[in-house]
Nanobody
Framework: VQLQASGGGLVQAGGSLRLSCAASLRTFSSYTMGWFRQAPGKERELVASIIWSDAGTYYANSVKGRFTISRDNAKKTVYLQMNSLQPEDTAVYYC???????????????WGQGTLVTVSS
């Protein structure tokens, strides 16, 4: 199983990026998908997730109103649209998958390799 994340890069504060995660999961539609991030010296945190069954979403308080998670089951891809980026959003972003999860939790079934997002002030 592979989760291939892409779309990271360097952006100025106030800018936008869209992350993509292409999954080789045979039954992608049965997986809750999520994006975690880990900044230097900080613990990993769940940023956003989208439920497999009803596409319900969760967002960390720090990104509510700025980030949007979405999924395309036909393309087996999950996206994270990040707007109004701030320096504190700088981190390595990881996509993750958990089968039949109603809550992503801290231990998904699969992890992607991570993509670096750097926001300059």
């Amino acid at each position: 199983v592979q989760l291939q994340a892409s779309g990271g890069g360097l952006v100025q504060a106030g800018g936008s990026l869209r992350l993509s995660c292409a999954a080789s999961l045979r039954t992608f539609s049965s997986y809750t998908m999520g994006w975690f991030r880990q900044a230097p010296g900080k613990e990993r945190e769940l940023v956003a997730s989208i439920i497999w069954s009803d596409a319900g979403t969760y967002y960390a308080n720090s990104v509510k109103g700025r980030f949007t998670i979405s999924r395309d089951n036909a393309k087996k891809t999950v996206y994270l649209q990040m707007n109004s980026l701030q320096p504190e959003d700088t981190a390595v972003y990881y996509c993750a998958a958990g089968r039949f999860r109603t809550v992503m939790g801290d231990e998904p079934d699969y992890w992607g390799q991570g993509t670096l997002v750097t926001v300059s002030s």
